[in-house]
C-alpha cells in the first residue's frame, strides 16, 4: 500500500491553470477509474472536489477538473482564485480493495 | 444536511485499547460505504479502513490490520472503530467520512475528527 506520488507544492497567479498530478501503478489509478481528489484548508475537514476520475459532486465549482492517463490522475484548476490556497490530495481505490492517498500537494496563489 | 460526528478520541497509553463512534444523520445510513481517516499532526491523509453498506467487503490499512476492528450499525446510523494494541505511531485526528456510493471507494462527506493521543 504505498502511497500515490504528488508534487510536494504547485504555484499560480489569479486567473491562472494549474494543474496537479498524482501517480500510482496499475494496481490503483491504472487499473480502476475510482480516483478522487480532495481539498483541505488549515484546521478543517477534507472536502471531495472529484470523484470517478472526473466527476464533481453536486456545489463544487466547475472550475475543477479530473482525469487519467494511464497511471497518472491529473486535477485543473482553472481561473485561479486566492481562497484555492489549500493542500490537495488524490486518492484511488486499488487491487486489494483499499484506498491510497497521495502524500499531498500545497497550492499557493501567489 | 448531512452530518458526521466522531466521538470517543482522547489519552490513551501505548498498549491500551480505544473505540471510536461516529453519528451519521440527514441521510439513508443504510445507502452508503463509510470509512475511516487518519491525519497525524502536519502531516498528510491515511486511510485506515472501510467498510460497505451492508457490513461486508471490509478492508484495513497495513498498518492497522490484526488491531482495528471498523464495524456499523445500521438501526442506530452509527460507525465504529475498536482501536487495539495502540501505539504513539497511531497519534492522529481520526475522520469518519460517508461514501459517495455502496461500496467504499470514494469519500464524500467528512466529519471534523476526533483526536486520540497516544502518549505515557
Known amino acids: 500500500q504505498s502511497a500515490l506520488t504528488q508534487p510536494a507544492s504547485v504555484s499560480g497567479s489569479p486567473g491562472q491553470s494549474i494543474t496537479i498530478s498524482c501517480t500510482g501503478t496499475s494496481g490503483d489509478v491504472g487499473g480502476y477509474n475510482y480516483v478522487s481528489w480532495y481539498q483541505q484548508h488549515p484546521g478543517k475537514a477534507p472536502k471531495l472536489l472529484i470523484y470517478d476520475v472526473s466527476n464533481r459532486p453536486s456545489g463544487v465549482s466547475n472550475r475543477f477538473s479530473g482525469s487519467k492517463s494511464g497511471n497518472t490522475a491529473s486535477l485543473t484548476i482553472s481561473g485561479l482564485q486566492t481562497e484555492d490556497e489549500a493542500h490537495y490530495y488524490c486518492?484511488?481505490?486499488?487491487?486489494?480493495?483499499?484506498?491510497?492517498f497521495g502524500g499531498g500537494t500545497k497550492l499557493t496563489v501567489l | 444536511e448531512v452530518q458526521l460526528v466522531e466521538s470517543g478520541g482522547g489519552l490513551v497509553q501505548p498498549g491500551r485499547s480505544l473505540r471510536l463512534s461516529c453519528a451519521v444523520s440527514g441521510l439513508t445510513f443504510d445507502d452508503y460505504a463509510m470509512h475511516w481517516v487518519r491525519q497525524a499532526p502536519g502531516k498528510g491523509l491515511e486511510w485506515v479502513s472501510g467498510i460497505n453498506w451492508n457490513g461486508g467487503g471490509i478492508a484495513y490499512a497495513d498498518s492497522v490490520k490484526g488491531r482495528f476492528t471498523i464495524s456499523r450499525d445500521n438501526a442506530k446510523n452509527s460507525l465504529y472503530l475498536q482501536m487495539s494494541s495502540l501505539t504513539v505511531e497511531d497519534t492522529a485526528l481520526y475522520f469518519c467520512?460517508?461514501?459517495?456510493?455502496?461500496?467504499?471507494?470514494?469519500?464524500?462527506?467528512w466529519g471534523q475528527g476526533t483526536l486520540v493521543t497516544v502518549s505515557s
Open positions: 467520512a460517508k461514501d459517495v456510493g455502496s461500496i467504499a471507494r470514494n469519500l464524500h462527506c
Open positions: 486518492g484511488s481505490y486499488t487491487s486489494t480493495t483499499t484506498v491510497v
